[in-house]
C-alpha cells in the first residue's frame, strides 16, 4: 500500500492563537504542516519564534483575497481601505475580467514573495478555497511553477458520513453539500491543468463536508472511505484557547492532539507526512 495523509493547519498567522496551536500541534501533536497568510495579524510572530521552533514543518503559502488588507494597491479587490471586499461568488463572476485578473496576480506575487523571502516554503493553497475558482487556479498553478512551489491543493472530497445526527441535521451540513459539489466539480477541471505542469497534488481532500464541525471522528471516518493507494489532504483551522472555549477551532486543535487518531491513520494503512514527502 502506498497511502500518504497530510494533516494541514490552515491560517496560520492569522492571530496568536492559530500560531500557538501550530507550534503545539507539530511538536506535541499530529499535525505536519502549515499554511501561513502572508496578510495575518501574527504574520511577524509566526516567522520569527512560531517556524524557527518547528524544523520539521512543512510550510505553505496561504493566499487570501477575501478576508483582512491586501499588500499591494487592488482596488477591483478591495474597498477604499484596502480590505478585501469580494464574496465567492463575486469572485467567481470577476475572474473573466482581464483587469481584475491582472490585480489578483499582482496581489498573489507579492504575498509568494513576502513568504518566500523570509521562509522555505514546499506547498500552496489559499483561504476559503478562492484559487480553487478556475480561472484562479490557472494563475495560481502559473504562478507555482514559476516560483518553483511543487504542491499546490485541489478539493476533491469523497463523500461520506460519520455516525451522528447532530452533525447532519442542521444548515451548515446541507451548505457543505453544496460546497462539495462545486469544489469537485472545480478539481475535475482544474487537474486538466494540472497535466500540464509537472506539480503535485492530493487526491482526496478532507475537510469540507463538516466544516465547522471537525474533529478526530470526522478525520478517522474521512480516511476509512479511502480504501486505494492515494494522497490525503485533510485542512483544519486549529486555534489553541482555553479549555472551556467552545469554539469549533479550538475543537479542531484537540484533532492534533489526538494520538488515538494517529494510531487510527497507521492502522488504515496510511503514512503520517508532510508536503515534502517525496524530496
Known sequence: ????????????????????????????????????????????????EIIPQCP????????????????????????????????????ILKSFDKNFMAQVEQEFRAQIEKIMNLTKVDHI??????????????????LAKEYNIPYIRTQYEKPYLIPSLKKHLNISYFVNILKIILLNTFTIINKQVLKKYDLKTNDFLI????????????????????????????????????????DSHHYEYLITQDKDLGNKINKFGFELVNHSYNE
Request: aromatic share 8%.
Open 125 to 142: 493553497d489559499s483561504h476559503v478555497h478562492t484559487h480553487a475558482i478556475p480561472n484562479i487556479f490557472r494563475l495560481t498553478v502559473k
Open 207 to 246: 475537510g469540507v463536508g463538516y466544516t465547522g464541525m471537525m474533529d478526530s471522528t470526522t478525520i478517522e471516518y474521512g480516511l476509512k472511505a479511502l480504501k486505494n493507494d492515494c494522497v490525503a489532504e485533510a485542512l483544519i483551522h486549529p486555534c489553541k484557547y482555553d479549555e472551556l472555549n467552545n
Open 56 to 91: 520539521n514543518m512543512s510550510v505553505g503559502i496561504h493566499l487570501n483575497i477575501i478576508e483582512g488588507k491586501s499588500l499591494t494597491h487592488c482596488p477591483l479587490l478591495t474597498d477604499d481601505n484596502g480590505n478585501f471586499n469580494n464574496g465567492y461568488v463575486a469572485l
Open 1 to 48: 500500500m502506498n497511502k500518504k495523509f497530510i494533516l494541514n493547519a490552515d491560517d496560520f498567522g492569522m492571530s496568536e492563537y492559530y500560531n500557538k496551536a501550530v507550534l503545539n500541534g507539530i511538536n506535541n501533536g499530529i499535525l505536519t504542516s502549515a499554511s501561513l497568510c502572508a496578510n495575518g495579524e501574527n504574520f511577524e510572530e509566526a516567522i520569527n
